[in-house]
């Protein structure tokens, strides 16, 4: 049957969304795939985040493809519920997953030659395939600031954040607004911190998950972005945001630095943030300059002594440490070719990276049944 291989010719790095959903898409076409991650666990990114999270996309546009999260579950899934959702996916596809596979090496197999070699700390395999599924969130990433070595406080990533309880009576400062920031902010005022700041550098857009409390704001990304029209959208979106919720400027967040349309990029979606922030529940602080022993100083000259810094500072893809495969990453380490596509380094291809307002795992169903598609018309050439 053209397009199918031999046992290891098509190995997918890394079983979160993006991995399983693009082996799911390839075994639909009768392709196998074998899928290595260096966790214990199916899930275990989504099982070892806050304990407060959900999802922001609706249940209905989060499922993978070619099986659909039941519909028995909540409009907005909580993280332990996708965790779950992703092992029983993996189950009813009938996916070879292999855990506790840490990928250290993707290279050609021979110079200018076709085929590639993936090396992990188990073994050393041959394929003609290979699709990087490791995502945006592979590796946390936090600044070295001057003077946060002689901190005395508590100085972590986001990674590392559970409950908003483990800082009862605490004077937290969370770094980024992001949607880590503003969840993780809102978070610890629920739970009896003594007081909570946020340092923002880039004031974010803000805008609720149903827009007036009826529209699912994920359906107006899926709707406006074919438009092709992105500034207007974001122009309209701006006021949108302002009438819904008000000119945050007078709690100290200055309007938004960019759009999300324009940039490409989603919004921060308001899940309590912005009802703390107006109840001076969540003081709004400058970037960070540097620390000393007690205290944080900021760029606008000002300081306060803290006590916990939680940085929800975004993460890397780690690709630059096992990817040696000159020209495929950018700078910033980010794949230089859209996910489910054909790249530079032929049989190589990228999923789950790019960014949209349309929901992350939206795009993951959808390029992952593009890719196998790529993939399929690759091998029967």
Request: proline share 5%; charged share 20%; net charge neutral.
């Amino acid at each position: 049957m053209p397009g199918r291989n031999e046992e290891g010719s098509i190995i997918v790095v890394g079983a979160g969304a993006a991995g399983l959903s693009s082996a799911a898409a390839l075994q639909h076409r009768g392709i196998s795939a074998t899928v290595l991650d260096r966790d214990s666990q199916i899930g275990g990114s989504w099982s070892r985040r806050y304990e407060s999270l959900h999802l922001h996309t609706l249940r209905r546009f989060s499922g993978l493809a070619h099986y659909p999260i039941p519909s028995k579950l909540p409009t907005y899934l909580s993280k332990d519920q996708y965790a779950d959702y992703l092992k029983e996916y993996a189950v009813a596809q009938g996916l070879e997953v292999l855990l506790g596979e840490e990928v250290i090496a993707v290279r050609p197999l021979v110079a200018g030659g076709s085929g590639w070699e993936v090396a992990s700390n188990g073994r050393t395999r041959k394929a003609r395939v290979v699709v990087i599924a490791t995502g945006h969130y592979c590796e946390p990433w936090l600044p070295t600031w001057p003077g946060s070595e002689s901190f005395e406080g508590t100085l972590i990533h986001s990674a590392d954040y559970v409950r908003g309880a483990d800082y009862g009576g605490r004077k937290v400062l969370v770094v980024g607004l992001g949607n880590s920031g503003a969840e993780i902010a809102s978070d610890l005022c629920n739970h009896g911190t003594a007081e909570v700041s946020l340092s923002v550098r880039t004031p974010p857009p803000i805008i609720t998950r149903e827009m007036f409390g009826l529209v699912p704001v994920q359906l107006l990304g899926i709707v406006m972005t074919p438009l092709g029209v992105p500034r207007i959208v974001d122009w309209v979106g701006a006021r949108l945001r302002t009438h819904a919720l008000g000119d945050l400027s007078v709690y100290g967040l200055a309007p938004a630095a960019w759009g999300p349309f324009t940039a490409r990029r989603p919004a921060v979606i308001d899940t309590g943030f912005v009802q703390r922030l107006k109840q001076h529940q969540i003081n709004i602080r400058p970037e960070i300059e540097s620390f000393d022993a007690r205290a944080v100083s900021y760029t606008d000259g000002s300081s306060e002594q803290i006590d916990v810094v939680i940085a929800a500072t975004g993460y890397h893809t780690g690709l630059e440490k096992f990817l040696q495969v000159p020209g495929l990453i950018d700078d910033s380490g980010q794949p230089r070719f859209c996910s489910g596509g054909a790249t530079a380094a032929t049989g190589l291809y990228f999923m789950g990276f790019d960014d949209t307002v349309r929901g992350h795992l939206f795009e993951i169903n959808r390029n992952s049944r593009r890719l196998a598609g790529e993939i399929e018309r690759y091998l029967a050439a």
